[in-house]
Nanobody, 122 residues
Framework: QVQLVESGGGLVQAGGSLRLSCGAS????????MGWFRQAPGLEREFVAA???????RYADSVKGRFTISRDNAKTTVSLQMDGLKAEDTAVYYC????????????????WGQGTQVTVSS
């Protein structure tokens, strides 16, 4: 089992920045693809960014060039740096771990965090 805990959400003005972090426990995540998803009210959860076990990255078109995903395997954390935030980025952001090790950035989430709220005021 993998337990994931997100932190770093909050309220920010449009154009501002936030950094989300996801801490993992219960199993080493260094061999797992990790990702960030988000869900806005009334909408389905959507993919935001992912990083493969070997460091390959993938982003949704809507965040490309503004968000950066990174991982620190020694600290068992995955981060999402969000710059140039827009009102439409407002959502609950979830950290996810792939269900199997050694996967690509097209991960199939098997573990989820509880989510952290990001609100961008326009």
């Amino acid at each position: 089992q993998v337990q994931l805990v997100e932190s770093g959400g909050g309220l920010v003005q449009a154009g501002g920045s936030l950094r989300l972090s996801c801490g993992a426990s219960g199993r080493t995540i260094s061999n797992y693809a990790m990702g960030w998803f988000r869900q806005a009210p009334g909408l389905e959860r959507e993919f935001v960014a992912a990083i493969a076990w070997n460091g390959g990255k993938r982003y949704a078109d809507s965040v490309k060039g503004r968000f950066t995903i990174s991982r620190d395997n020694a600290k068992t954390t995955v981060s999402l740096q969000m710059d140039g935030l827009k009102a439409e980025d407002t959502a609950v952001y979830y950290c996810a771990a792939d269900r199997r090790p050694y996967g690509s950035s097209y991960l199939a989430p098997g573990y989820w965090g509880q989510g952290t709220q990001v609100t961008v005021s326009s």
